[in-house]
């Protein structure tokens, strides 16, 4: 049997993924869509309306006993993972020292270590053909005042993605991380209850359909890395070139004008 894994599918990204794949004609041969979040009533929800036979996950994937459980599910039922999407994971704004000590130490045991933990569960179970997609975000592409934390994990998904798609190249699996500016998700619901990004930012935001378009084009076509829109590659061309010092003064000079005009 073989089998699609998506995290985060109940919103946003994820569920957009789900609803891509579930008409893309790349993914005609998935058996099943294996969906994994925390709310059973959106997985539900989302798995009724797909025309793939789906399989709902309630779980925390930062919980090893429950990841425990997948795995056991996968191997139970001698699945073949063609496709594993990792979409879960959440960032919170402002400035470092006034957050939520668990909230902060949470985002690094979603964004890196649960993530990490399901990809090396489920790569034995992988074969050639098969693709891992993992978010990360630009944020990976330098530091981030007031959002320290999340643009750390991020970088840490990028190159961790990057290594491991050197790694599985030679037995046939690819692995593409998709680096997005702001995307039109609950995302923000939650990352700005404590801090506001700054506004250039939000004139850049883009839907989740496009987004997850150009990202299953890209690793369909085995590339290492999706980043859709100009400005958005245009800021990883500048994180490259330009010292990240200055990029960082820059940000905070910005930061400075928006809270003069408010």
Same mark, same amino acid.
């Given at each position: 049997m073989n089998i699609a894994i998506i995290t985060g599918a109940s919103s946003g990204i994820g569920r957009e993924f789900a609803r891509q794949m579930d008409t893309h004609p790349a993914f005609a041969r998935?058996?099943? #869509?294996? &969906? *994994?979040?925390r709310s059973k009533d959106k997985l539900t929800e989302l798995a009724d309306s797909l025309q793939h036979e789906c399989r709902v996950f309630m779980?925390?994937?930062?919980?090893? =006993?429950?990841?425990?459980? &997948?795995?056991n599910a996968v %191997? $139970?039922?001698?699945? $073949?993972? $063609?496709?594993?999407?990792?979409?879960?994971?959440?960032?919170? =704004?402002?400035?470092?020292?006034? +957050?939520?000590? !668990?909230?902060?130490t949470g985002m690094i045991r979603l964004n890196c270590e649960a993530l990490t933990g399901i990809t090396h569960r489920m790569i034995p179970y992988m074969r050639k053909g098969s693709r891992i997609i993992?978010?990360?975000?630009? @944020? @990976?592409? &330098?530091? +981030? !005042?007031? #959002?320290?934390?999340? @643009?750390?994990? %991020?970088a840490y998904v990028l190159h961790f993605s990057e290594a491991l798609n050197a790694e599985l190249k030679d037995k046939g699996i690819y692995v593409t991380s998709v680096?997005?500016?702001?995307?039109?998700?609950? #995302?923000?619901?939650?990352?700005?209850?404590?801090?506001?990004? &700054?506004?250039?930012k939000k004139m850049v935001m883009v839907s989740a359909d496009k987004v997850v378009a150009k990202a299953l084009k890209d690793s369909l076509n085995k $590339?290492?890395?999706? /980043?859709?829109?100009?400005?958005?590659?245009? =800021?990883? *061309? @500048?994180? !490259? /070139?330009?010292?990240?010092d200055w990029l960082l003064t820059c940000m905070r000079v910005m930061e400075k004008k928006e809270r003069k005009k408010q």
């Open positions: 998935i058996d099943q #869509f294996w &969906l *994994i979040a779980m925390d994937i930062t919980n090893v =006993m429950q990841l425990e459980r &997948l795995e %191997k $139970r039922d001698k699945a $073949r993972v $063609r496709v594993l999407i990792n979409c879960a994971g959440y960032g919170i =704004m402002g400035p470092f020292a006034e +957050q939520d000590r !668990k909230e902060e993992q978010m990360a975000s630009c @944020a @990976a592409f &330098l530091p +981030q !005042k007031n #959002f320290a934390v999340y @643009a750390a994990s %991020k680096c997005p500016g702001p995307v039109d998700t609950p #995302f923000f619901d939650v990352a700005e209850k404590t801090g506001s990004t &700054l506004a250039v $590339r290492s890395k999706s /980043v859709y829109s100009l400005p958005i590659k245009g =800021m990883e *061309i @500048a994180a !490259k /070139v330009i010292p990240h």
